[in-house]
């Protein structure tokens, strides 16, 4: 027992050096944004641009409340909603370690959820990845995103309106909400990178270029951390679907299946595309290939019809006394002649063959 606090502390020790080292290196325009959304079934309250004491004070736990962070440079700020919630302190470890893979642990007086919010840049092929975390408690729920913005924007609406069944659940509904939000923004990406794969085919179809193997590459890499990302999420949810401390309302549990599910689908879309970027691999090596041999094609059968023009014009360049045809005075025009019927019966005999 002793040992055990004795690690608690030197825990926290090293918990709290970490957070005041992160204060001092963080960059001045990393600024972190508070935002409370409170609400019951007949009431709804917004908050943002408050200190974290005043927001915290304005914590209503008799409602619903969703206290979403963004930015994660403010070590004081994370210890005093730590301080009011309970929050354990191997959970706000994992709170700032964003290179944490999705995961729900459950503990004493929550439930922790993590995972990677993903959306595609406007205008551009790269996706960008946001590491949420999320804890979920009576009557609340916590979110600590790395930076501004996320795609909550319509899920914040919905809150508002008064007949949505957000407000008639519990924290635990809310949660569902988020998650679900963010596994339908999978999709979003899964749907922009088959357009890219069909764009990439057509293009190696018409003319294979070395832009679209490094397109292909890059999707491959793309690819193997949505596996990453997606695969660990399915067991994250099978553990909450399990619902063994009843964070979970069993009415909600359906819900939570419900993402479970889907989650399987963008696994199994995930391997299809995967299988699909492996073809696209294919057809342009293929493609290059065809390409490499038409080109050989073409210069054997031009190599092959100038080989007895090339002979015959040998023959006459030599500089012997005793050739006849040199005294012969139509003898130029001769060979001209012989050597256009020979190029246009090889011409004929290739077409015939099919060779071009």
């Known amino acids: 027992m002793k040992q055990t606090k004795s690690k608690r502390k030197a825990v926290l020790k090293q918990l709290n050096e970490h957070l005041t080292e992160h204060e001092h290196t963080a ?16 009431s709804y309250d917004f908050k943002d641009n408050l200190g974290i004491d005043e927001l915290l004070e304005q914590c209503n736990l008799t409602r619903i409340n969703w206290i979403n962070v963004d930015g994660l440079s403010d070590g004081d700020l994370i ?11 191997l959970l706000l470890e994992d709170i700032h370690n964003t ?26 092929n790269n996706i960008d990845y946001e590491h949420i975390s999320f804890v979920l408690g009576k009557n609340y729920v916590l979110s600590f ?29 809310l949660l569902y909400r988020l998650i679900d939000s963010i596994v339908d923004s999978y999709y979003s990406v899964l749907e922009n990178i088959g357009r890219q794969v069909e764009e990439i085919e057509d293009s190696i179809s018409n003319n294979p270029t070395v832009e679209d193997f490094q397109r292909i590459q890059k999707l491959r890499k793309e ?8 695969y660990p999420l399915r067991e994250a949810l099978n553990k909450v679907v399990k619902n063994e401390d009843e964070f979970i309302e069993e009415r909600s549990i359906k819900y939570y299946s419900d993402v479970y599910d889907h989650v399987i689908h963008l696994i199994d879309s995930l391997d299809t595309y995967k299988d699909l970027t492996s073809t696209l691999m294919d057809l342009y090596m293929n493609t290059i290939n065809y390409k490499m041999n038409e080109v050989m094609k073409l210069l054997t059968i031009i190599t092959v019809i100038f080989i007895p023009l ?14 006849p045809e040199l005294e012969w ?14 190029f246009f019966v090889m011409i004929i005999y290739f077409k015939h063959k099919k060779w071009f």
């Open 329 to 342: 005075t139509n003898g130029y025009f001769g060979v001209l002649a012989i050597m256009g019927v020979i």
């Open 99 to 124: 290179d944490h893979q999705p995961k729900a642990d459950e503990y004493e007086n929550h439930l922790f959820f993590t995972l990677k919010m993903l959306y595609r840049i406007d205008g551009q």
């Open 79 to 89: 210890k005093k909603i730590s301080k009011k919630f309970d929050l354990h302190y």
């Open 27 to 42: 960059a001045s325009d990393n600024k972190v944004i508070l935002e409370l959304i409170s609400y019951d079934e007949h």
């Open 310 to 323: 090339t002979f015959i014009a040998g023959v006459y360049g030599m500089n012997f006394r005793n050739m």
């Open 223 to 230: 690819f193997i951390y949505l596996r990453k990302v997606v």
């Open 145 to 173: 995103q790395e930076k501004e913005g996320d795609i909550f924007d319509s899920l914040r609406n919905r809150i508002k309106q008064e007949t949505n069944i957000i407000r008639k659940r519990g924290a635990d509904y």
